[in-house]
């Protein structure tokens, strides 16, 4: 049974560029949300989907926008890239039901 | 003040030891109470989780949670080298611990 997976892996854009990573979740979970990961940070909440809707928002502006799919995968975009925006960007998905969040292996985005 | 205070470390102890891991928080709305684990360049592994006070033991691992003085332990038996790596407590006030707020992580080393 895959876990949640990412991709890509890593990736270098230019400032004022845009980005899109996408998410696959684990399989049986209908529920993904996005953390953005500063180096010697814990994450931080950006978004949740379910239902193809967002349903929560963390403290991110509108650059930040996603979307879910019928099959539940994700995507998150990021407009007008700056180079505060590097970090490491982690998807987690869980079922519904459930508390428990699985986190993916992260994409590493670097803005220079 | 950050919702979640956590002592960065790093922490290094002798293969065996007794590992205390600690946060306190601010938000008394927090109902779930999580510990994950990250490894170097990979996503956060959860440990567990629990509801509220009390404590919970999973192995070698036991997770503590004191709503009234706002602070939440893991502790960790018997540490292993393999249990080298950053540790995160997070939080949830929501009933579907959708949004999770963590702390910014502790490094821990275990030395053989």
């Known amino acids: 049974d895959a876990g949640v997976t990412q991709s890509p892996t890593h990736l270098i854009k230019t400032r004022g560029q845009q980005v899109t990573l996408r998410c696959s979740p684990k399989?049986?979970?209908?529920?993904v949300s996005w953390y953005q990961q500063a180096l010697g940070q814990g994450p931080q909440f950006i978004f949740q989907y379910y239902e193809e809707e967002e349903r929560q928002r963390g403290n991110f502006p509108d650059r930040f926008s996603g979307h879910q799919f019928p099959n539940y995968s994700s995507e998150l975009n990021v407009n007008a890239l700056l180079l505060g925006d590097s970090a490491l960007y982690l998807c987690?998905?869980?079922?519904?039901?459930?508390?428990?969040?699985?986190f993916g292996p992260g994409t590493r985005l670097t803005v220079t | 003040q950050k919702e979640v205070e956590q002592d960065p470390g790093p922490l290094s102890v002798p293969e065996g030891a007794i590992v205390s891991l600690n946060c306190t928080y601010s938000n008394s709305a927090f109902q779930y109470f999580m510990w994950y684990r990250q490894y170097s360049r990979k996503g956060p592994e959860l440990l567990m989780y629990?509801?509220?006070?009390g404590n919970k033991e999973d192995g070698r691992f036991t997770a503590q949670v004191d709503k009234s003085s706002k602070y939440i332990s893991l502790f960790i038996r018997d540490s292993q080298p393999s249990d080298s790596a950053t540790y995160l407590c997070?939080?949830?006030?929501?009933?579907?611990?959708?949004?999770?707020?963590f702390g910014s992580g502790t490094r821990l080393s275990i030395r053989p």
């Open positions: 987690a998905s869980r079922a519904g039901t459930e508390i428990a969040s699985y």
């Open positions: 997070a939080m949830s006030a929501d009933s579907s611990a959708s949004k999770i707020i």
């Open positions: 399989s049986g979970h209908d529920t």
């Open positions: 629990t509801y509220s006070s």
